[in-house]
Every structure is written in structure tokens, then in C-alpha cells.
């Protein structure tokens, strides 16, 4: 299938079409889906194929030796991102937000600080609360249109309650693909202030053209000793669905206290999840996402286009991910007024700003994985949604 395609997803029970009406009073008929972030296309063939011969056997009984499993995720670390990984290093959890969950619970006690980069992404605060531990925001700094941190700033701020320090790489909503420099940083940071560091590295694989992921692992940080990897195929390859995620963790002693958490809860990963993440970690899945990758930098370049063209709206720059950070603090007007004119004009549903933290509420996220018609309807309304201010 082409990524031009438009597949109709509504009444199909997902989240991203089906809910955005009771949620933004966006109606599914005529409104367009920009929040979740999940893709509008259809996963590569031969997770299709995986899945239909599975479909075709007829028994879906309990899932055997996961050896080709693990083989694929090294293999794809290795050929896609330079980093040796050993199979006896990766856990499989109920996606990167129970992975998250799980680290929260494994290394740090209720009422301890974990800290976040704000803006970030909303889920990460919402399992550190609900497990009873404080969100510590250490707000990053918006530099000439593009997201920085401030370590100096961040020092000032921790308390020695903190535990435990979680980063989003490539950041999401901001899509930046953190620098080695900046890396290091969080690494110094983490080991000045002895924090176990998490790195939730999901959208690994979406970056643009001319871009690069460095992958956490693999610079010279020497703090293997507190580093928890965390990656996933389920954002990759549009099979969210699956809630598949990896947990990849060097040091043998953060290994041991990880397993014994998972033990003690009994997970485990499903059949499907598995065996369509061992199909799209190949040479085919490989091929599919480097088209992706140059599909998304088109979308990216027309909507990019359209905001420009609106006075006071700002994209930033996207280096990676399909979601794209607007700033509409130059319209002069508050959060309410441009969502109005964003959900109830030109019918788009969002994701807002401020559940990301401190430094979102002037700013919508938009997902762009979706067919380009999609993206020049959406440029086409927003402009006329903003026409008082052209």
C-alpha cells in the first residue's frame, strides 16, 4: 500500500478517531485526527504476512523460546543504530509506558522525586504520580525557536530526594535529536546527583533526513552502572496496537533488581506483539521505514509551510518524530481562543500543550503521520481558521 492511501479508521475502535469527539467535540465524519500518536497507514507487508500466518494456523497458544525475538532486536540495534546489544539484556513489557511504570517501581520508593525535562511527554507524569512519587519539572529552555538545557539551573533545583531522572529521546513534543554534548550532560547531571537514568528512546527510528539519533548507549557517558534503555517497534511500525516494549538494561545489578520486579508481577510478553516485532525488525521492515522517514519529511515541509504562513504561530524545527510542536504565544492570544479556533474552525483534533509540563501552554502538537491529502486539508483550514491575522 502507498502512504497516500487513506485508510478510514473510524469505527474500527481506535482511540485516535473514534474518541476525539467526546474529547475535543471534533466530529469523526468531517474533523481530522492530529493527537495520538499512532500512524494514519498500514503496518509494513511482512508484519501483514507474520500476522496471516499466524491467523492461518488457527492456534494461538502460549508463545515458546523467544530466540528470534531477541535475535531481531540486536540485529536492528546493531545495523540501524550502531549499538551492541546482548539478548540477556532485554526485557519485554506492556509497552513503554508499563516499562516506565516499572522502573518507577523497581528503583524508587513512594514520595520520592523523579525528574522530567518539561515540556515531555504527558504519560511519564501521569505513572509517577499515580504511583505516588512527585514529578520534579526541570524546564528546558527555548533557544532560539529549539529546546536546550540548563544544567545549571537543574542543579539549583534538586533537593536530594530525587531518585531517579527519566529523558525522551528523540524529545517528543519538541523533536529534537539530543546532541552527544547534551547527552553527556544528562549523564553528569544523573551522576552528580546519583539518579538512576531512564532513557525512553521509542521513536529512535523516526528522524528526518540529514539527522541523527544518538542512541544513549552509545557514548562514552560511563554511567552504565545507573543507565535503563528503553525501546520499542510499536511507534516504528504503526503497531501500537500490540503494546510491545523493550526494557534494555547493560548492568548486571539493575538487571537483577528489574527481573525480580517483573517476576514478581508475572509479565510476560503476548504471542502477536512478539512475533509482528521479530517480522519488522528485517531487511524489509528496514526498507519500509526509510521510506516512511522521507514520506514524513514531505508532510513535515507542508505543514511546516502553512504555520509559517499564519502570523504569530511557530513550528519547531523537527529533527525526529512525526509530531510537530507549535507555538502560538506570537498571536497574543490565550490557550482558549486558538484551540477554539483550532477544534471548533477548522475541526482538528490536538493534543494540548500544557499536560507536557511547564513550558507547553502556549503550544498544540499535532501528529503528521498521516496521508499528505490529510496534511494540505489541515494546512487549508488552519489558514483559513488564522485568516484575520494574514
Not at 25 to 50: I, K, N
Not at 358 to 369: D, K, P, Q, V, Y
Amino acid at each position: 500500500m502507498s502512504f497516500d492511501d487513506i485508510i478510514d479508521r473510524v469505527g474500527t475502535g481506535c482511540m485516535k478517531w473514534d474518541g476525539m469527539e467526546g474529547i475535543y467535540g471534533v466530529p469523526a465524519d468531517d474533523g481530522l485526527a492530529m493527537w495520538v500518536a499512532d500512524m494514519d497507514f498500514a503496518a509494513p507487508q511482512v508484519v501483514q504476512d507474520r500476522l496471516k500466518e499466524l491467523i492461518a494456523h488457527g492456534v494461538y497458544g502460549y508463545p515458546g523460546p523467544d530466540g528470534a525475538y531477541r535475535d531481531a532486536i540486536t540485529w536492528w540495534m546493531r545495523e540501524r543504530h550502531g549499538w551492541q546489544v546482548s539478548p540477556d539484556w532485554i526485557f519485554s513489557t506492556h509497552g513503554l509506558v508499563n516499562g516506565t511504570a516499572m522502573c518507577v517501581e523497581t528503583w524508587t520508593e513512594p514520595g520520592d522525586g523523579i525528574v522530567l525535562f518539561t515540556p515531555v511527554y504527558h504519560a511519564f507524569a501521569k505513572v509517577i504520580r499515580a504511583g505516588g512519587r512527585e514529578v520534579v519539572e526541570c524546564p528546558l529552555t527555548l533557544t532560539d525557536g529549539r529546546y536546550e538545557m540548563d544544567f545549571d539551573a537543574y542543579d539549583a533545583q534538586m533537593t536530594g530526594r530525587e531518585k531517579m531522572v527519566v529523558l525522551c529521546s528523540p524529545h517528543n513534543p519538541g523533536g529534537r535529536c539530543w546532541s552527544e554534548a547534551e547527552l553527556k550532560g544528562v549523564a553528569d547531571f544523573a551522576r552528580r546527583h546519583d539518579l538512576i537514568l531512564v532513557s525512553d528512546e521509542i521513536h529512535m527510528d523516526l528522524v528526518m533526513p540529514g539527522q541523527t539519533h544518538k542512541v544513549f548507549d552509545t557514548i562514552d557517558h560511563g554511567i552504565r552502572d545507573r543507565l535503563v534503555m528503553m525501546t520499542a517497534a510499536t511507534k516504528t511500525f504503526n503497531i501500537a496496537g500490540a503494546h510491545i516494549g523493550n526494557v534494555i538494561i547493560p548492568d548486571p545489578d539493575l538487571r537483577r533488581a528489574f527481573a525480580g520486579k517483573m517476576a514478581a508481577l508475572g509479565m510476560s510478553p503476548g504471542l502477536m506483539g512478539r512475533e509482528m516485532v521479530t517480522a519488522a525488525y528485517s531487511p524489509e521492515g528496514a526498507a519500509w521505514v526509510d521510506e516512511l522517514c522521507a514520506y514524513l519529511d514531505g508532510n513535515r515541509k507542508i505543514f511546516d509551510a502553512a504555520i509559517a504562513d499564519i502570523p504569530g504561530l511557530a513550528s519547531m524545527p523537527l529533527e525526529a518524530t512525526y509530531l510537530s510542536w507549535v507555538d502560538f504565544s506570537g498571536t497574543g492570544m490565550a490557550p482558549g481562543e486558538f484551540r477554539k479556533r483550532v477544534e471548533q474552525d477548522a475541526l482538528i483534533a490536538v493534543n494540548h500543550g500544557e499536560t507536557f509540563g511547564t513550558g507547553g501552554e502556549s503550544f498544540l502538537r499535532f501528529n503528521i503521520a498521516t496521508p499528505r491529502a490529510r496534511i494540505e486539508e489541515a494546512a487549508t483550514r488552519l489558514r483559513a481558521a488564522f485568516s484575520d491575522l494574514q
